[in-house]
């Protein structure tokens, strides 16, 4: 089973960049589809990004689209989430997932589709 391990959150005012990066062990790397969610005070999970096997293939939620950017590292087992323009409503808890290969692109949005999770990383972004 992967063990998930996310860095790289933060206090940030808005307009401002973070990194966020999730280091993975104990698994295969090359052989997860790996995503990004955000939870916000509350329980519920959104999602926020995700990536391929490969790292051909990208997924955004629209509240993201052209200020994140998620990409991986297949050799150095980590997936980072580029975050820029950062506003108040992405205040929350990331959270990294790993699942298996996901054939159809609808999944790939849907945390059912992941099967494993790290303990998450705070990002706060103050108006």
């Known amino acids: 089973q992967a063990q998930l391990v996310e860095s790289g959150g933060g206090l940030v005012q808005a307009g401002g960049s973070l990194r966020l990066s999730c280091s993975t062990s104990?698994?295969?790397?090359?052989?997860?589809?790996m995503g990004w969610f955000r939870q916000a005070p509350g329980p519920e999970r959104n999602f926020v990004a995700a990536i391929n096997l490969s790292g051909r293939r990208t997924f955004y939620a629209d509240s993201g689209k052209g200020r994140f950017t998620i990409s991986r590292d297949n050799l150095k087992d980590t997936v980072y989430l580029e975050m820029n323009n950062l506003k108040p409503d992405d205040t929350g808890l990331y959270y990294c997932?790993?699942?298996?290969?996901?054939?159809?692109?609808?999944?790939?949005?849907?945390?059912?589709?992941?099967?494993?999770w790290g303990q998450g990383t705070q990002v706060t972004v103050s108006s």
């Open positions: 104990g698994t295969t790397f090359s052989t997860y589809s």
């Open positions: 997932a790993a699942g298996g290969a996901i054939s159809s692109d609808e999944n790939y949005y849907k945390e059912d589709y992941f099967r494993n």
